[in-house]
């Protein structure tokens, strides 16, 4: 196979945990006899640093030209002020956009032996394994109106979905849980909104066209109090981007930390594969940032952007040898357990195990 991969390793600890992904990537290459075309380009407040806007004209034909995109993270404080044309953050919205990338989803699974390594009961997490397929173009992120009046004293943004927008994000929500366990619980607000409204109509008429998959609605807050004290419950959680934006950064609370979350976003052009952590600018530099997340989106990118299913399980099979080993990362650390490894000490182990083929469980 030969494939092009845009990486955007972005600010904060992005660069590393982007360094960690393309040196798994280059483990899976070589055992499977690929060849990866990773090119590196600025984006969010590395490219403001360095004159440009958040996403420069280059970045953004590099990206529709690659096979598949891997983000780090954008975020810096230092741009916290200002227009939203001067933020890191646009960047994405509006990566998103030029991809036609509309699904994003953010598996979250409780890997074994770390069950302990939350703020929740073991009992409770342990054999979680749910997915969050959040909407991701539309809803209050993208509406129109938006703004701050002229007198600076108030704002507003819109919150608005389409009929279709609801339905081909459900449809996607479906499959997904077709070739799980197959039950979705979609999640709206809609006693209380228009939107939701429409939400709940629509997703029951594309249920009802997937008889085999059980659909139930919850409102977003009894779904986020079930999420933090009953997760096995669920399976494919199918939400707006507003509330799914939320609920999967809780999925972090949930399996131990939002270091070991990875994220795909597909619909579009190859796809776009993120850890969901943030920059965590105080983290950058000392290589204490867990890579897990950003690796387990290159697998993701294997799966989905490049259909080598194979060379994912490889890569997802290797890091759950290495955390069964007893490795972990600051984030995993609990009270009582071995010293933390670093980084890129946990990077090299991962990509080890890849190289060497590490059965389930090794």
Known sequence: MRATIALLPGDGIGPEVTAAAEQVLRAVAGRFGHAFTMTSHPVGGAALRAGGPPLPD???????????VLLGA????????????GRPETALLQLRRALGVFANLRPARVWPGLEDGGAFKPDRVAGADLLIVRELTGGIYYGEPRGVADDGRSAFNTMRYSRPEIERIAEVAFESAAARRSRV????????????RLWREVVTEVGARHPDVTLEHQYVDACALLLATSPKQFDVVLSGNLFGDILSDEAGAVVGSLGLLPSASIGGRGGLYEPVHGSAPALAGRDVANPIGAIASAAMLLRHALGAHAEADAVERAIGSALAAGLRTADLVTDGQATAVSGSAMTREIAARVGDGAPPGA
């Open 58 to 68: 280059e970045t953004r034909e590099a990206c529709l030209a690659a096979d598949a």
């Open 185 to 196: 619980t979609s999640v709206d607000k809609a006693n209380v909104l228009e939107t939701s």
């Open 74 to 85: 954008v975020g810096d404080p230092a741009f916290d002020r200002g227009s939203s044309e």
